[in-house]
């Protein structure tokens, strides 16, 4: 029970009214080290029981393909089940909500129902940046009426290679085209004002607007003969060139979070790379949103994959991992 529904005063970290650092650190400092990992955990819709949302504070949900809440579940079914989660969430000792994400990557294509758009490989080819806007803003919407924050798009991958069984993901081979279709950000987050601060979250409405995750940081579009989940072998030069090219522009809009790629750069896994996680995302970029790994991406750090769970998520949280 929240400490106002026993007649107590509200601590600080659930006064709308504090500024966001106070209400951070006040809840830092009543959070135990549990809580903390909990909270840097993204669980699977089927294993978030009351347990893992309740007692252990399980910091966010999302659907994997083909993981819906009932079969040819509608968009009240979605809701139903997000807002359960999140009932919940807020009935843990602290009360922190839950993000839930998806992969609207284009439009809500997990939902029966609703618009769905070409994929990017389709959107390169009109080169319209407006247009991409205007689809982020109808995702967006779609989105958030049925009950979900984040959608884990867009993908900002520079296709080289056709033999990449993900070519159709990415938008162009050309980084400034990629870079030019960027504006489905501000179309999913709202358009920031010019005063913004640069590489800062923004979201401009939560009745309207859905977190976007820029993705997947760095080269996933451009390793060894096009393979999936390969090897990048580039110099750093040429990854930021081409395979960096459009984060900026997509922080400059406020993207709120970035998703690491599967694939490695010159041998060494994105996962657990401090150099391009910290270094330069979050350092030279100026990233400040977070960090989330892709699906089982951790497991891939070492070999066999999954062999050293332990080993693997604290490589990649010491390289800058935020939730994995």
Not at 190 to 195: E, I, L, M, T, Y
Not at 252 to 279: C, F, I
């Amino acid at each position: 029970m929240a400490p106002e529904a026993r007649g107590e005063a509200a601590p600080v970290y659930r006064d709308a009214l504090t500024p966001v650092e106070e209400r951070v650190r006040d809840l830092l400092g009543r959070m135990t080290l549990r809580e903390k990992a909990a909270q840097m955990a993204q669980i699977e819709r089927t294993v978030a029981t009351p347990r893992a949302l309740t007692e252990l504070g399980a910091g966010s949900v999302l659907n994997a393909g083909g993981s819906m809440p009932c079969e040819q579940a509608s968009p009240a079914d979605w809701a139903a089940m997000v807002d359960g989660f999140q009932r919940l969430a807020i009935s843990s000792r602290l009360g922190v909500p839950i993000l839930y994400g998806t992969d609207a990557v284009h439009g809500h294509n997990n939902v029966y129902g609703a618009t769905v758009f070409p994929h990017n490989v389709g959107l390169g080819a009109c080169r319209d940046g407006e247009l991409a806007r205007r689809i982020g803003e109808a995702t967006a919407l779609e989105v958030r009426a049925t009950g979900i924050h984040w959608t884990f798009a867009p993908c900002v991958a520079v296709c080289r290679d056709p033999r990449w069984g993900r070519c159709y993901e990415s938008y162009s081979e050309d980084p400034e085209i990629v870079r030019s279709l960027t504006t489905i950000v501000s179309g999913l987050q709202g358009q920031p004002s010019a005063d913004h601060p640069h590489g800062y979250p923004f979201l401009a409405s939560p009745r309207e607007n859905v977190l976007a995750c820029a993705k997947h940081f760095a080269g996933d579009g451009g390793t060894d003969k096009g393979v999936t989940e390969g090897n990048a072998i580039c110099s750093y030069e040429d990854l930021e060139a081409i395979h960096m090219r459009p984060y900026p522009d997509c922080m400059a809009q406020g993207v709120a979070t970035v998703m690491t790629s599967y694939s490695k750069w010159n041998g060494e896994p994105l996962h657990s790379s401090r150099y391009l996680l910290t270094d330069v995302l979050k350092g030279k970029l100026g990233f400040k949103g977070f960090l989330i790994s892709d699906w089982e991406g951790i497991d891939r750090i070492c070999e066999p994959r999954g062999s050293d769970y332990r080993y693997c998520i604290a490589q990649s949280v010491n390289a800058g991992m935020d939730m994995v």
